[in-house]
Nanobody, 122 residues
Framework: QVLLVESGGGLVQAGGSLRLSCAAS????????VGWFRQATGKEREFVGA????????NYVDSVKGRFTISRNNVKNTAYLQMNSLKPEDTAVYYC???????????????WGQGTQVTVSS
């Protein structure tokens, strides 16, 4: 079992930055792929991006390319979502997820965090 805890959400003005963290328990984190998702009020959950188990490969949804960066530190059992040039439409609850398919192209995840709210004001 892997427990994931997100942190780093908050209120930021448009154009600002936030870095979300996803801290994982368990010794298997280093072999898991990690994904980030978001869900805005009244909308379906949306894939944001993912990173493979090694941290070498990432992939992002088009709307965040060039603004968001996913990274990980397998020694610290933590993944990160650096969000720059934030827009009001980025407002959502952000979730991290981890899965035994370790690739950055997986959309199947076995473990989920509880989410952290990101609000971008205009």
């Amino acid at each position: 079992q892997v427990l994931l805890v997100e942190s780093g959400g908050g209120l930021v003005q448009a154009g600002g930055s936030l870095r979300l963290s996803c801290a994982a328990s368990g010794r298997t984190f280093s072999i898991l792929g990690v994904g980030w998702f978001r869900q805005a009020t009244g909308k379906e959950r949306e894939f944001v991006g993912a990173i493979d188990w090694s941290g070498i490969s990432t992939n992002y949804v088009d709307s965040v390319k060039g603004r968001f960066t996913i990274s990980r530190n397998n020694v610290k059992n933590t993944a990160y979502l650096q969000m720059n040039s934030l827009k009001p439409e980025d407002t959502a609850v952000y979730y991290c997820a981890a899965g035994h398919d370790g690739s950055s192209y997986s959309r199947t995840f076995d473990y989920w965090g509880q989410g952290t709210q990101v609000t971008v004001s205009s």
